[in-house]
């Protein structure tokens, strides 16, 4: 018997607990990244029947929550990458993209008077407001296209560096900047619509 699946077993806890454990925060996890319910629990499910095929290769380097997560994140990625397959970025990417038309002024490239950036009072420290702030983000972060959501959530939510995003959404670095951008200004047009 080796070290190794020693030190496994005295670190794990019961996979028969995980559900009562880590169900609720690898769901939000998940939720928040893809904002979508039933997938979130179908990856959820997923993570857990992948980990008990990998319980031998966990050798508690980190914690069982910690692991479960870098399981769930791989899931995620893959779900990004379907997503934002060449049909989903033709349709998508489109629509975001000619809605962003009007916000600046084609002649001197400057904001147009009804799109300039305004405050968006989240300064406050009121919860009840923090939260219906929050509630509004994620309405408007469904309403970008795939790869756009995926991006910024790597990258903002994640930390991921800019060549693994690359890498794993195989997307240029010209391209990626030109989507956080786009991105950027669709979220604030639709913060701006729907929060002030």
Same mark, same amino acid.
């Given at each position: 018997m080796s070290n190794n699946n020693d030190i496994a077993t005295n670190v794990l806890t019961e996979p028969g607990k995980w559900v009562a454990q880590y169900a609720d925060y690898l769901y939000t996890y998940a939720y928040t990244r893809i904002n979508d319910e039933d997938l979130a629990k179908d990856l959820v499910q997923e993570t857990f029947l992948a980990a008990l095929e990998k319980l031998d290769q966990f050798k508690g380097n980190s914690s069982e929550r910690t692991w479960l997560t870098a399981i769930l994140k791989n899931k995620v990625i893959d779900v990004y990458r379907k997503k934002s397959s060449a =049909?989903?970025? %033709?349709?998508d990417v489109a629509e975001a993209e000619r809605e962003q038309q009007d916000f600046f002024d084609h002649n001197d490239g @400057?904001?147009?008077? /009804?799109?300039?950036? %305004?405050? =968006?009072?989240? $300064? /406050?420290?009121?919860?009840l407001i923090n939260k219906e702030f929050n509630y509004i +983000?994620? %309405? *408007? +972060?469904? %309403?970008?296209?795939?790869?756009?959501? &995926?991006? =910024?959530?790597?990258? @903002?939510?994640?930390?991921? &560096?800019?060549? !693994?995003? *690359? $890498?794993? +959404?195989? !997307? &240029?670095? &010209?391209? =990626?900047? !030109?989507?956080i951008h786009r991105t950027k200004l669709n979220l604030r047009a639709c913060l701006q619509k729907n929060w002030i």
């Open positions: =049909f989903a970025q %033709k349709t @400057h904001w147009n008077v /009804e799109h300039r950036p %305004k405050a =968006f009072g989240i $300064e /406050e420290q009121d919860p +983000l994620q %309405k *408007c +972060l469904q %309403k970008l296209p795939a790869l756009w959501l &995926s991006v =910024f959530t790597m990258k @903002h939510m994640d930390d991921q &560096s800019t060549d !693994v995003i *690359c $890498e794993e +959404l195989r !997307v &240029s670095p &010209s391209n =990626f900047w !030109v989507i």
